[in-house]
């Protein structure tokens, strides 16, 4: 509850929304209390893509400079033919990028973001963390928010942001439905260099487009090791969720591949399985005195790379829509999620389709190839625009980005 004048607000989950969510609130004076089901607050996986808009978002909430130091910035974005090992496309993210954009583009590992933002966290004096914590129920009242733990234990505050995933118990309680699993199975796995082939030693995300499958590599923490992420359609029926998987498995989806890129598929030691799922975006996600971010308000597949990076201008957003709203929370959520429903809603379309073109065959990948033949690169940031464009100065514009 409110104390002294000091708002409240508990944030539920500790991934790397939660953390810029809670970062965000306290830049407006708002005291967090952070939940996190886990026993300690990390982050798994391995890389992940940061474009200029996510490094916009990191500046404005104090933790940009950090992140820089930990990311590996590109030359490139790369897209080539995985049957026949063409180029198809080329984006330049050199200086000309930087300027256009206002910022780079970098490829980083999970836990090091993770970490650069978690470093900020407990260097702020208003924001106190809790593990080990599974909520089980959230309810709400004119004057507070609360939610309950499978402890039993009450948390109460002026407001409630669920930040907790795909399978948000927050979101459960405020709007329900299930996830879309998309019938997309991702595997993930880290190489060291010396391993890499020595050719595809590049400094860029590099993907291999193929039918109904793609591969993925980029490197990390200098170009001591590489991400290596590969995708393809199940013939299973998936259900939501991570497991290990095997290298069997992977190889009888990429058949038909060249051997540049499929040579890629021997590397890993080991291979982590996740089957990935999103939701149809909705008209609301705000419920007076609670709302969500990140992957529980519009979870999306990882086709542009864009995940972390929504949470990231999701959590800006939210704190601005406080400022401007002063001491009302729920007119401040409903001010955020009227700015960020819009923009979040085409990037999980858009994913889509990207997903679409990404596993293009027959004709269709015939098009796809001569789509971006001898294209500038200006056609390619002007394309961009909608996406990097966005930063802390415009986002308070919407849709008039």
Not at 25 to 52: D, F, H, N, Y
Not at 143 to 163: H, L, M
Not at 363 to 373: D, F, I
């Amino acid at each position: 509850m409110t104390t002294k004048n000091t708002r409240t607000a508990i944030v539920v989950g500790g991934g790397i929304g939660g953390l810029a969510a809670a970062l965000a609130l306290t830049r407006q004076g708002i005291r967090v209390q952070l939940l996190e089901q886990a026993s300690e607050i990390g982050e798994i996986g391995a890389g992940i893509q940061l474009g200029p808009n996510a490094f916009s978002a990191l500046d404005a909430l104090g933790v940009g400079q950090a992140a820089r130091q930990r990311a590996v910035f590109t030359d490139h974005i790369i897209m080539m033919d995985a049957v026949d090992n063409t180029e198809i496309i080329r984006i330049q993210t050199d200086q000309a990028f930087r300027e256009r954009f206002n910022g780079p583009y970098a490829v980083i590992h999970r836990a090091d973001i993770h970490g650069a933002i978690l470093d900020g966290v407990r260097n702020d004096p208003l924001i106190s963390f809790r593990t080990s914590t599974r909520i089980n129920a959230f309810t709400q009242t004119d004057a507070y928010a609360q939610v309950s733990d499978d402890e039993g234990n009450i948390y109460q505050a002026d407001a409630v942001i669920g930040c907790d995933g795909v399978k948000s118990v927050v979101r459960d309680h405020l709007i329900g439905g299930a996830p879309r699993v998309t019938g997309h199975v991702v595997y993930r796995a880290v190489v060291d260099k010396e391993n890499m082939p020595e050719d595809l030693r590049i400094n860029a995300p590099v993907l291999w487009a193929g039918p109904r499958c793609h591969l993925v590599h980029y490197p990390l923490r200098g170009g001591e090791q590489y991400n290596l992420v590969v995708t393809f359609h199940s013939r299973e029926q998936e259900e939501w969720g991570a497991r290990d998987g095997s290298k069997e498995e992977v190889l009888s989806y990429f058949e038909g591949i060249h051997a540049r890129p499929r040579q890629l598929l021997d590397l890993p030691d080991s291979w982590r399985r996740w089957a990935t799922a999103d939701r149809e975006p909705v008209g609301q996600w705000s419920f007076g005195r609670a709302t969500l971010l990140g992957d529980a308000a519009h979870p999306m597949s990882q086709y542009m790379a864009q995940g972390a990076c929504m949470a990231l201008e999701d959590a800006v957003t939210l704190g601005l829509s406080v400022e401007q709203c002063q001491s009302d929370l729920p007119a401040a959520f409903k001010l955020y999620e009227s700015l960020r429903i819009p923009r979040s809603a085409r990037v999980v379309w858009s994913t889509r389709e990207m997903g679409r073109i990404y596993h293009a065959a027959g004709v269709e990948r015939a098009v796809r190839n001569s789509l971006w033949k001898d294209a500038p690169q200006s056609r390619f940031y002007d394309n961009l625009q909608w996406l990097y464009g966005w930063n802390a100065d415009n986002c308070m514009q919407g849709t008039r980005l």
